[in-house]
């Protein structure tokens, strides 16, 4: 990874935790300094996170709040590390947040056979954090002019995407991934990959100018307008 931190707009940063920006965290950056993440990586995550809070002056000190898209290990798999040293308050949906609690991930797509397979056996997917703020959509969260938060189940009962209105920024978290084109995430590791591609419609409908994935890179240029030209072919497949 040749950048610990690339500036997405005023204020938004993402920071690659994996190769090839295969997983992504993103930090929203308050005149003050005070410092929102979203997401935390696999359970080796949060060096690279800190390192990506150096690059752009900041220090696991200035986190105040650590809000999770939803429970999956490569989510959440570095929030009670990151929760430990930073103090911030972890933050997920209030469908999410009793398995995030435990440390588990949701069952898994019975209409796939890995779903069903994985589904056999442990749901403990990373070491268990409290959570002290339970999301809901269309909140609107106090970071840096305010994220709204946007409910699109399927991938996870509480899957949430983020839409940062002041800088049209919309962070997709598993509704849509951008490894080598966008796609819908694996169907074994969706709770319900139907309704996953059926919330996700809801991204087309929003004014935004940058389009931020947890997995693979953002895309700044006719953001928008790339995103609603998959959801609508995905709708008509």
Not at 30 to 35: A, I, L, R, S, T
Not at 43 to 66: F, H, M, N, Q, Y
Not at 95 to 121: F, I, K, Q, T
Request: glycine residues 10%.
């Amino acid at each position: 990874m040749a950048d610990a931190a690339i500036a997405i707009a005023p204020g938004v940063w993402r920071i690659p935790t994996a190769p090839f920006d295969l997983v992504n965290t993103f930090a929203f950056v308050e005149p003050d300094g005070q410092v929102t993440l979203v997401d935390t990586g696999l359970k080796g995550a949060p060096a690279r996170i800190t390192a990506g809070l150096a690059a752009i002056g900041r220090a696991p000190s200035d986190v105040t709040r650590i809000v999770l898209t939803h429970s999956h290990s490569d989510h959440g798999g570095g929030a009670a590390q990151l929760a430990r040293e930073t103090g911030g308050t972890v933050t997920v949906h209030s469908a999410d947040a009793d398995l995030v609690r435990r440390g588990e991930r949701p069952p898994l797509d019975p209409a796939s056979g890995l779903g069903r397979l994985m589904n056999r056996g442990s749901a403990k997917a990373f070491e268990p954090v409290e959570v002290g703020h339970e999301l809901h959509d269309g909140e609107v969260l106090p970071v840096l002019g305010g994220l709204r938060v946007v409910h699109t189940p399927g991938h996870t009962p509480g899957h949430v995407s983020l839409l940062h209105q002041p800088t049209g920024v919309l962070v997709t978290g598993d509704a849509i991934f951008n490894v080598l084109r966008l796609r819908w995430p694996v169907r074994a590791f969706c709770t319900d990959i139907r309704l996953t591609q059926q919330t996700a419609q809801v991204l087309g409908q929003f004014d935004y100018r940058v389009a931020a994935f947890t997995h693979g890179p953002h895309i700044s240029e006719n953001a928008r307008e790339k995103v609603r030209a998959f959801l609508t072919a995905a709708a008509r497949s």
